[in-house]
């Protein structure tokens, strides 16, 4: 199980590293990822060196080095299981249908190419491509290779793990509303600013909060009720599945305390350890975890 999971995670971040790469022009970081994709269901050495050429146009070691090794990432996920290999091709390549989606639809770096999503179904859409598969791919895996699931609803626990991730990623798209502006990103659906009276570059001018805080609460709401879909989860994980359990609860935690809207940075470290052993007490006890959760969710306002 876990070489499956660090492989999809590795794949992932070399996909990242490729659409985050602001030195390529954008159709060749969509070329790039499409061909990484195309990897997925068979190897083109012609095709891979491209791929591999776009690490040297990043800055961070770690960052080349991954793309420089992404042939023994691939040929790692070649001689996975065929089941397990059909789990990463399928996240792997909804996660890089967002990117693409992304790149496409976001034409500019900065405020002066300013575009916006559309409608509140594309947000779902876009938070579904980019976390909430990874959510589906972490069920299904765990699924597979843990022999106390087996008593899972499957179809029930993958719809859980999509919200699950979803709310991880409507927490980054609450918190990064000003930077994202910055970048030439709206993530707050031009539809419903209309519905404020409000245009996605109305939202550069500071004054603009208090008009689009109706938007802000509504989104925070469907955040919140995501993260108690992420709990249910958590809780129907078997007691004795200990490293599961603990890092769902960590996750949700941490996500929890960043979605308030107060903070503008992310979470202190020790802050971070404190939720950590707070959890390691509380891990065998649904009870105790959900008073956990609580306690933070009435922390968080607007």
């Known amino acids: 199980m876990r070489p499956t999971i660090g492989l999809a995670y590795l794949l992932a971040r070399a996909a990242d590293t490729i659409a985050d790469t602001r030195l390529i022009e954008r159709r060749a970081r969509i070329t790039h990822l499409e061909a990484l994709r195309a990897e997925m269901t068979g190897p083109e050495p012609q095709r891979l060196a491209g791929i591999i050429a776009a690490a040297g146009f990043r800055s961070l070691p770690a960052e080349r080095q991954l793309l420089e090794r992404l042939p023994d990432c691939l040929a790692a996920?070649?001689?996975?299981?065929?089941?397990?290999?059909?789990?990463?091709?399928?996240?792997?390549?909804?996660i890089i249908e967002g990117m693409t989606q992304d790149l496409r639809l976001f034409p500019g770096?900065?405020?002066?190419?300013?575009?916006?999503l559309e409608t509140y179904q594309d947000l779902d859409r876009y938070t579904y491509l980019v976390a909430g598969c990874v959510g589906e791919f972490w069920t299904d895996v765990h699924a597979a290779h843990r022999r106390r699931l087996r008593g899972w609803d499957l179809p029930a626990m993958r719809?859980?793990?999509?919200?699950?991730?979803?709310?991880?990623q409507l927490t980054n798209v609450l918190r990064d509303v000003p930077r994202d502006l910055r970048h030439g990103r709206c993530y707050l659906p031009r539809q419903e600013l209309a519905a404020l009276g409000l245009s996605p570059r109305d939202l550069l001018d500071p004054s603009a909060a208090t008009s689009v805080r109706p938007l802000l609460v509504q989104l925070l709401g469907i955040a919140l009720d995501h993260y108690e879909a992420g709990w249910q989860?958590?809780?129907?994980?078997?007691?004795?599945?200990?490293?599961?359990?603990?890092?769902?609860?960590?996750?949700?935690?941490?996500?929890?305390?960043t979605l308030d809207l107060a903070l503008t940075v992310k979470l202190p470290r020790v802050?971070?350890?404190?939720?950590?052993?707070?959890?390691?007490?509380?891990?065998?006890s649904t009870r105790a975890l959900g008073r956990q959760a609580r306690r933070l969710r009435e922390r968080i306002s607007l």
């Open 77 to 94: 996920y070649r001689a996975l299981p065929r089941e397990d290999r059909d789990r990463v091709r399928t996240v792997i390549e909804t």
């Open 109 to 116: 770096e900065d405020e002066g190419k300013l575009a916006a």
């Open 159 to 168: 719809q859980l793990g999509i919200r699950f991730g979803k709310a991880l």
């Open 233 to 257: 989860y958590t809780f129907a994980i078997p007691k004795a599945e200990t490293r599961m359990r603990l890092a769902c609860a960590w996750t949700l935690l941490i996500g929890l305390r």
């Open 271 to 284: 802050r971070v350890y404190g939720l950590m052993a707070h959890s390691l007490a509380t891990v065998w």
